[in-house]
């Protein structure tokens, strides 16, 4: 199936869902869709016979700061039955990056959404677990956000190569050489 076929049979099972359909330069089918009409695309990609987007292969965020809108939430399918691949991609805004949690559609988003949630500081709105995953508690801020500034203070550690005479050598030659030879 096409990517214009799999575009059209989603926009006739899920009316009234905005669905963009964009170049990609591998060539894999990518979607743009609303974050409203995310829940009830996710489980028409799942549920249909003829699409069977059973497999979620990888759940990630992409933070284009300054740019609005500033995420994008990409969500990586895999119709294994059909064997085709799909890349899901919800743009959302920087001043309210928030979408439906997924992990009721396909359970390996749980924690994928705990790790977007950890390091970008997108939500996921009704999530069973949103703990974090990654970073410590004490954390604050997300670390993989364009404008996070570095929160690790450490002082700067130099060191020296490790000096031995050229005896020392020798003897540390010989010693690794007699105990190889006794393996």
């Known amino acids: 199936m096409d990517s214009t076929a799999l575009v059209t049979l989603l926009q006739e099972a899920v009316p009234g869902a905005k669905l963009e359909q964009v170049p990609s330069v591998d060539l894999q089918t990518t979607i743009f869709v ?24 990888e759940l990630t965020a992409v933070d284009y700061w300054p740019r609005e809108p500033r995420f994008e939430v990409v969500y990586l399918l895999v119709s294994i039955e059909h064997r085709l691949r799909l890349r899901l991609k919800v743009p959302l805004a920087a001043d309210d990056a928030r979408v439906a949690t ?71 030659l010989e010693r690794d050489r007699l105990t190889r030879s006794d393996r």
């Open 102 to 172: 997924m992990s009721g559609v396909w359970p390996a988003a749980n924690w994928l959404e705990r790790e977007v949630w950890d390091l970008f500081g997108i939500v996921f709105d009704d999530h069973p677990d949103p703990r974090r995953l990654l970073m410590p508690e004490d954390w604050e801020g997300y670390p993989l956000r364009k404008d996070s500034p570095l929160q690790i203070r450490m002082v700067a550690r130099s060191s020296s190569p490790l000096q031995v005479t050229e005896e020392e050598f020798r003897a540390n």
């Open 34 to 57: 609303r974050r409203d009409d995310l829940p009830a695309v996710a489980r028409t990609l799942r549920d249909r016979p003829d699409l069977r987007f059973a497999f979620l292969a």
